[in-house]
């Protein structure tokens, strides 16, 4: 089982932090943020992952490397301009293979249990079952929600049906949910994602641990503070 990395945002909220250092290397508990995700994947298994990058991409390959350091192998998807969520992963799916992957944004924080998502993660068929989403409460800064959690474990476009929550950015997907969306091509997720839940091809579960947006100087700082109490490598 195979994990992504996305890294290709501009980070512009944090400039000019992010004039000279791509968003998923600033430093967050001694660490580049990116590597934590690394770090949390290769525990949970995950010995492939992939990073796509755009902004300052030579930089985040010049601090990874291959990922022996990490006990993994790392592969990168270089686009020269940012594609959306959707593009990117579209564009890096023959480093991703044809079975089912996690994606995880580069700019969360999080304490999510990957090795738990495993059984989940293999159960998607990619045509009943395309897409499993973690989501969380809603934080002050998006307070309406992305989508709706239903009782049978389904997921509604409409944030306003069943409980409305905010996606995590971490989601599992089978590559057939990206099959027509054309590589190098800007694309977002969600108009994807609300098609499928329309078929009631897309479920979901709520995470009621850590998770930040690491969006801002200010959860940056928030998020350099939790991560230092965290074991280091």
């Known amino acids: 089982m195979k994990a992504m990395i996305l890294a290709a945002g501009r980070g512009q909220r944090m400039r000019p932090l992010t004039d000279h250092t791509p968003k998923p290397l600033l430093d967050v508990g001694g660490q580049p943020l990116i590597v934590w995700h690394i770090r949390h994947l290769a525990a949970a298994g995950f010995s492939d992952i992939v990073i796509n990058h755009a902004w300052l991409g030579d930089r985040i390959e010049a601090t990874l490397g291959d990922g022996s350091r990490y006990g993994v192998r790392l592969a990168y998807s270089r686009e020269k301009s940012a594609l959306e969520t959707a593009g990117g992963i579209a564009t890096a799916l023959p480093l991703l293979g044809d079975a089912p992957f996690v994606v995880v944004n580069g700019d969360v924080l999080t304490d999510v249990d990957f090795a738990s998502l495993r059984p989940t993660l293999a159960a998607l068929d990619g045509e009943r079952h395309l897409a499993h989403l973690l989501l969380v409460a809603n934080p002050p800064h998006h307070p309406g929600g992305d989508f709706g959690l239903l009782p049978d474990g389904k997921l509604a476009g409409n944030a306003s049906d069943g409980i409305g929550l905010t996606f995590s950015g971490i989601g599992l997907y089978h590559p057939?949910?990206?099959a027509g969306i054309p590589a190098h091509q800007p694309a977002k997720l969600a108009p994807l994602l609300?098609?499928?839940?329309?078929h009631g091809q897309v479920s979901g579960a709520r995470h009621d641990g850590?998770?930040?947006?690491?969006?801002?100087?200010e959860r940056l700082a928030e998020a350099d503070a939790i991560a230092k109490g965290w074991p280091q490598a």
């Open 176 to 178: 057939a949910l990206f």
């Open 194 to 198: 609300r098609a499928a839940m329309a």
């Open 210 to 217: 850590l998770w930040l947006d690491v969006g801002t100087p």
